[in-house]
């Protein structure tokens, strides 16, 4: 790029020229601006000087603006958008040295969210963050109490109003303990499962509810004697023999014999789902928080290309 040429005249005068060829007069012009009328003159002088150009032609007992007198307005007026929209950004930057990020995530996504936070947190040491990790229905508590700005969850609310952004796929997949023999079969019809015990999550789970209305949808009517507050649990109880679980593929280990489990073939599986990173149509976002969108928005695709391995899972 060639080098630019810094302007002839400066910003005071700019800003008299606006007045002035707005307003259509000298004596205008120095009223608005608090000038005396001859320091107002010798400004346009120097930058007729400067521009080489006749800015002010007489009109009758008056003056007028001359073409290329309108041109500079114009140019002027660019110059003072800019400007202003760079007090905007200097100001936006101002606000991101502090401030708060409140998110709240479902209880399968504290397998991953501290990777697509902390990208951020390092580049914003100065915003505080927040993050609660509590099941669907306490989620959605929170994003209509307003005590968080974020929500990450398989299944927003219809109220209050939201902004959603898929951020990630969410394969729910039947699991067993390792060494299960289904495990070797081909896929098994969905009726294989009657009889079987089923370890559920608690209620409020959105996963439960899935699983459920999917189980239900399909002519099954399970039994739901067996809760577990977290998928931990669930997973040390699928392990220990204690019964089938159906869980997000992303709260197991990309090797689930690691951690005594298998996945189990079945026709119906995996539940494809995905997660949604959503926010209220009805607030202001806090600066903070839609800083962090525009960053997942720009790192998450690289993120997972680059071996987080998160989408590259086997489903089943
Ligand atoms: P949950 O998660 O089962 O922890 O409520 C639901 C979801 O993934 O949206």
């Avoid at 905007?88 to 040295?97: S, V, Y």
């Avoid at 505080?128 to 969850?153: F, P, Y």
């Amino acid at each position: 790029m060639n080098k630019l040429r810094p302007p002839r005249v400066s910003f005071a005068q700019m800003r008299t020229w606006e007045a002035v060829a707005r307003l259509g007069s000298i004596t205008a012009a120095a009223r608005e601006l608090h000038l005396a009328q001859p320091t107002v003159s010798s400004q346009v002088h120097e930058m007729q000087a400067a521009l080489g150009q006749a800015l002010l032609a007489p009109a009758g007992r008056g003056i007028c603006i001359t073409e290329s007198g309108a041109l500079l307005r114009e140019a002027v007026l660019d110059v003072f958008k800019r400007w202003q929209a760079l007090e905007e950004e200097l100001l936006a930057l101002q606000g991101l040295k502090r401030g708060t990020l409140r998110i709240a995530g479902v209880t399968t996504t504290e397998y991953f969210i501290a990777q697509w936070i902390s990208a951020f947190a390092r580049a914003h040491p100065g915003i505080d963050i927040e993050l609660a990790v509590h099941n669907r229905d306490a989620v959605v508590e929170l994003l209509r109490s307003e005590r968080v700005d974020l929500a990450l969850m398989m299944r927003p609310p219809s109220f209050p109003p939201l902004h959603t952004l898929p951020v990630l796929d969410n394969p729910l997949v039947l699991i067993g303990p390792a060494g299960h023999p289904w495990a070797q079969r081909r896929r098994l019809p969905l009726s294989a499962l009657k009889g079987q015990t089923l370890l559920w999550r608690e209620s409020g789970s959105g996963t439960r509810q899935v699983v459920l209305e999917h189980l239900r949808a399909n002519g099954l009517e399970p039994d739901e004697r067996l809760t577990l507050g977290s998928n931990e649990a669930i997973k040390h109880a699928v392990a220990a023999g204690l019964g089938l679980a159906v869980l997000s593929r992303h709260a197991l280990d990309p090797d689930p014999a690691q951690e005594g489990l298998a996945l189990l073939p079945m026709s119906g599986f995996p539940i494809c789902r995905a997660w949604q990173l959503v926010w209220r149509r009805d607030r202001r976002l806090p600066l903070a928080a839609s800083a962090w969108i525009e960053h997942l928005r720009a790192s998450l695709p690289t993120a997972f290309q680059a071996g987080s391995g998160l989408t590259a899972m086997p489903h089943n």
